[in-house]
């Protein structure tokens, strides 16, 4: 499996995308794209325990890095997805220190953590010792909190300080709506983005977003982040398919 937490924590340009289509030839098709890896949307998209099931075997057989984000901070959404394959978490509404500690422990192993099974997908299927997996935890597991809500700006400091947590994610839709606007340019949104941003430098911390597109990538690498959530395959599908129809109609209107 390509180390994608190392490659992270060394501050490396990394792109991905959402996948909202709960079918595993979305992820075998995406993950010969370049793309550095995928996050299936657990939380937004319709991805019941089977079909994840199914996704993230597909990328384990490709040795692809594929992250899931979860629909709760429940102890037990982190350790389904973790056990059918997932490289890593992403955790939406990490709100506050105590949130952020206790999603850092349901995903790592110990005391009151991450049960134990060597049974799994993710473990081998029984096929590896206790301190192969153990050890494989440690080098590969990626705990990403989300900061989506005005409370977790505030905190941004004491999430990136909580030992555990490997990146931040700041959230420019969520946050947006949490501040009272109805678009992604308020001068709120933009000291959200300097305040986790430095907290995220100060900690070690590799610092996350989403943007639309690659321009807008280019625009906000300067505030520090170094990790893109690039779209979703459904926007790229109906970016082509726009393209495409249009290119057809213009060939009419030269007519």
Not at 213 to 227: I, L, N, P, R, S
């Amino acid at each position: 499996m390509p180390d994608l937490r190392a490659r992270m924590a060394r501050g490396e340009m990394l792109a991905g995308t959402f996948v909202k289509t709960p079918a595993v030839e979305m992820v075998e098709v995406l993950a010969r794209s370049g793309l550095d890896f995928l996050c299936l949307d657990a939380e937004h998209a319709p991805f019941d325990r089977a079909r994840l099931d199914s996704c993230l075997a597909v990328a384990r057989a490709l040795d692809f890095p594929i992250l899931v984000r979860v629909p709760s901070s429940l102890p037990q959404d982190i350790l389904q997805a973790l056990d059918a394959g997932a490289t890593g978490v992403v955790v939406p509404h990490v709100a506050d220190a105590a949130t952020a500690a206790a999603v850092a422990k349901a995903a790592r192993f110990g005391r009151g953590g991450r049960g134990f099974a060597g049974s799994t997908r993710w473990a081998g299927f029984a096929t590896r010792s206790m301190s192969e997996i153990l050890a494989q935890s440690e080098r590969e597991t990626i705990v990403i909190a989300q900061i989506e809500d005005v409370e977790a700006v505030e905190a941004a400091a004491a999430i990136a300080a909580t030992p555990g947590i490997d990146a931040l994610f700041l959230g420019p839709a969520d946050l947006s709506v949490a501040y009272g606007h109805a678009n992604q340019t308020s001068d709120d949104l933009m000291r959200a983005v300097e305040t986790v941003g430095r907290a995220a430098q100060e900690h070690g911390k590799t610092y996350v977003t989403f943007t639309p597109d690659v321009a807008k990538a280019a625009e906000w690498q300067a505030h520090g982040f170094t990790m893109f959530f690039v779209g979703s395959e459904h926007a790229w599908m109906l970016q082509g398919a726009r393209a495409v129809a249009q290119g057809i109609h213009d060939l009419d209107a030269g007519a």
